[in-house]
């Protein structure tokens, strides 16, 4: 037998997934309330394998991706397609904090959370729906989204090359083992697909309270040419990274348990180095015809 | 039963072949007809990565002696309910001067570079992976071995020097976080190199080489895993023809990125389907009739600028033409008498190895499409197998078709 609390939280989500099937994509002309989310019944385990073939919708293109239903408040009438395209990731949204705090500083630019967990990127999901019918006469936060997705695998079907001017990776899952290390979020191999969906100029924010985490972060980040580091000084002056130490819910939890935040920001270099010619190709190419 | 050639490779004259059955590499030369001229065995313990752990913890244990009375490490043996451990030569790939031979083994994970001197090899080194390789390059200079694993890692061997690193000390020149299927340096005519890397989540990918973290771009139509992709020479460095799991072949323009061509194989193949052929029960339709079928091999025909199109578990395959600009036209189907395992060509013909009690390989004339069995060729086959359990389960690549449920 199902116990109480279980099924209560049963009930509470199949009452959540009705309004989300009606408001996801609505525009909100009529008037309704709808409650934020509970986090409560949304929990779900922190780990997820991104190695494993979850059942995941992504498109086969970024031609292919109808972002027309993710921000309705940005669909040209005429085209029915968006006038613009999302510009800021927050890979690993979690909660969907930062997003949050975030849409009100970029109230021009498209902003996704990427979560591969499907019960919090629900609760995301409702927490936006929730926003945007409360703020309906000001049509806020109808500049932010979340998708669930696998951004380790699938973050080039997503987004063209140089689309994002920046990147959030906030408290990832640090993957202690050292086994497990592949799966973390920043490696070198996987810098390379950041460095080609960010443009030339575009930030990499990181943060975690895992100080071996961070030292990993900073050497992979450090060690990929397309990648250079940006100043404290640069680091206090810029909005983004006060929001990303306060707004995020790991980042509260970790201030609440007087625990560090590291925080490292790096810049998409501009010099995109020209290959070095291999004269002898030519010659080869020659030898086997 | 004798274990079959799970993978054949000829050179580009058509005078050398190359059969791996099992653990064993066997080298043909052709004179008058074919003769076995020398053959390798891999003979590294199946269980190499649990002795390798032993061996470790052995030497720390040594070390550590002195200081505690803790218990010497165990020799690691599989329990008896292990399943049996399969190793094969995976891969066997020529340089592109045809000088050297370079094979990946099951056991350690390896990359074995041979030297070739007519018949017959010379081990130059043998470079073991943290990962089980799965697809393997060469620069376009053959100074370098490029390799891709299970994992999605690509490293980069020198092909010539002697020095071995130590698996865990191998760093990944470039990495997707999905199985490699295919790794392939290509030129793009004007002086540069490119590494096309592709795999099981439909992806190709396009990176500089050697500064493979500069990524060019993708190409985007798959929507199964990609099983094979070829550079056609003909085509002068600007087409690629890639298949796998989806019924089409795609063919593209990639250095502006863009499909060449499509190539629907569906009606072709269909008669050919069999029950083997047949989704799996979990995933199948009601009336319980649902086949799919998967491209599991790309053979160039660069004397006849078509491609051999082969396919998993069936009994036939299809020549297609390559046009210059990318165009895929189905020339025709010819049927086998048995299941294919894998094919090879060469200027002069194709040879397939295919499922079968006897006589498994079938050399093919290019123009006639008839074949000969090579009889001489099989019969110096001394690989036996007697484990239990499918044996061509392990060559199907349809397996690594994506059926999640989560």
Redesign the interface.
């Known amino acids: 037998m199902m116990s109480d609390s279980l099924s209560k939280r049963k009930q509470y989500r199949e009452a959540k997934e009705e309004t989300r099937k009606v408001l996801k994509h609505a525009r909100f002309e009529d008037s309704q309330e709808v409650s934020l989310p509970k986090k409560r019944f949304y929990r779900q385990r922190a780990h997820s394998n991104?190695?494993?073939?979850?059942?995941l919708e992504y498109p086969?293109?970024?031609?292919?991706m109808d972002w027309s239903k993710y921000y309705p408040g940005f669909v040209d009438s005429d085209t029915g397609k968006l006038d613009r395209k999302v510009e800021i990731a927050d890979i690993g949204c979690g909660f969907g904090g930062l997003l949050v705090d975030l849409a009100p500083h970029f109230p021009d630019s498209l902003i996704l959370g990427m979560e591969i967990r499907v019960q919090v990127t629900q609760y995301v999901e409702d927490r936006i729906i929730a926003l945007r019918v409360k703020h309906k006469d000001t049509n806020e936060y109808q500049n932010i989204s979340v998708i669930r997705a696998?951004a380790?695998?699938?973050l080039?079907?997503f987004f063209h090359?140089g689309q994002l001017s920046k990147m959030f990776f906030c408290f990832p899952d640090p993957h202690f083992k050292q086994r497990k290390h592949?799966a973390r979020i920043i490696?070198?191999?996987?810098?390379?697909?950041y460095?080609?969906v960010l443009r030339e100029g575009g930030v990499v924010y990181t943060i975690t309270d895992v100080k071996d985490l961070h030292e990993w972060m900073v050497s992979h980040l450090d060690e990929?040419?397309?990648f250079e580091r940006l100043s404290k000084e640069w680091e206090d002056q810029d909005p983004c990274v006060a929001i990303m130490r306060e707004s995020t819910e790991e980042g509260k939890k970790v201030a609440r348990n007087n625990g560090d935040k590291f925080v490292a920001c790096y810049r998409r270099s501009l010099v995109?180095?020209k290959?070095?010619?291999?004269?002898?190709?030519?010659e080869?190419?020659d030898?086997?015809s | 039963m004798k274990h079959p050639f799970q993978k054949v490779l000829l050179n580009?004259k058509g005078d050398l072949l190359f059969a791996g059955a099992g653990q064993k590499l066997f080298v043909f030369q052709r004179r008058e007809n074919w003769q076995l001229t020398d053959s390798w065995l891999d003979t590294v313990d199946h269980n190499y990565a649990l002795i390798k752990e032993y061996e470790a913890r052995s030497r720390k244990f040594e070390q550590e002696a002195a200081a505690g009375d803790r218990k010497p490490p165990k020799v690691p043996t599989p329990g008896p309910g292990a399943p049996p451990k399969l190793c094969y030569i995976r891969d066997i790939h020529l340089s592109?001067?045809e000088k050297y031979l370079i094979l990946t083994t099951d056991t350690d994970k390896a990359v074995v570079v041979f030297e070739l001197n007519g018949g017959s090899l010379r081990q130059i080194k043998r470079q073991p992976l943290p990962k089980r390789p799965c697809a393997v390059s060469t620069s376009?200079?053959?100074s370098t071995v490029v390799v891709g694993d299970k994992?999605g890692?690509v490293y980069c061997i020198d092909m010539l020097s002697a020095e071995i690193k130590d698996e865990k000390d191998m760093?990944?020149v470039?990495?997707?976080?999905?199985m490699l299927t295919g790794v392939l340096n290509v030129?793009d005519g004007a002086?540069?190199?490119l590494v096309v890397t592709t795999d099981r989540?439909?992806?190709i990918?396009l990176?500089?080489?050697?500064?493979?973290?500069?990524?060019e771009?993708?190409l985007?139509?798959h929507?199964e895993f990609v099983a094979s992709i070829v550079a056609p020479?003909w085509c002068r460095d600007r087409v690629l023809v890639s298949g796998g799991g989806d019924p089409f072949l795609c063919s593209w323009h990639w250095q502006e990125g863009v499909l060449a061509d499509k190539l629907d194989l569906s009606a072709a193949v269909e008669p050919y389907l069999t029950e083997e052929h047949l989704v799996p029960s979990r995933f199948q339709n009601e009336a319980g009739d649902l086949k799919e079928f998967t491209v599991s091999q790309l053979v160039e025909l660069p004397s006849q600028n078509r491609l051999v199109v082969l396919f998993d578990k069936m009994s036939a395959f299809l020549v297609v033409s390559v046009a210059e600009d990318g165009k895929l036209a189905l020339e025709r189907t010819v049927a086998v008498a048995s299941p294919v395992i894998c094919g090879a060509a060469s200027a002069l013909s194709l040879v397939l190895s295919v499922r079968g009690a006897e006589n498994c390989l079938l050399e093919y004339t290019l123009e006639s499409w008839t074949c000969v069995e090579l009889r001489e060729v099989y019969g110096c086959n001394d690989v036996e197998w007697d484990e239990k359990g499918d044996l061509f389960a392990s060559f199907s690549v349809n397996q690594l078709r994506?059926?999640?449920?989560?």
Not at chain 1, 187 to 193: A, D, G
Not at chain 2, 207 to 215: H, L, V
């Open positions: 991104p190695f494993s073939d979850h059942k086969k293109s970024p031609d292919s696998n380790m695998k699938f080039p079907n090359k592949k490696t070198k191999t996987l810098l390379s697909e460095a080609y990929h040419p397309l995109d180095p290959p070095e010619r291999l004269p002898e190709c030519v080869y190419t030898d086997l | 580009e592109r001067n376009l200079d053959d994992f890692d760093v990944p470039l990495g997707h976080v999905s030129s002086g540069n190199e989540d439909e992806h990918r990176s500089r080489f050697p500064q493979s973290y500069i990524i771009r993708w985007f139509e929507e020479r994506k059926r999640s449920e989560h």
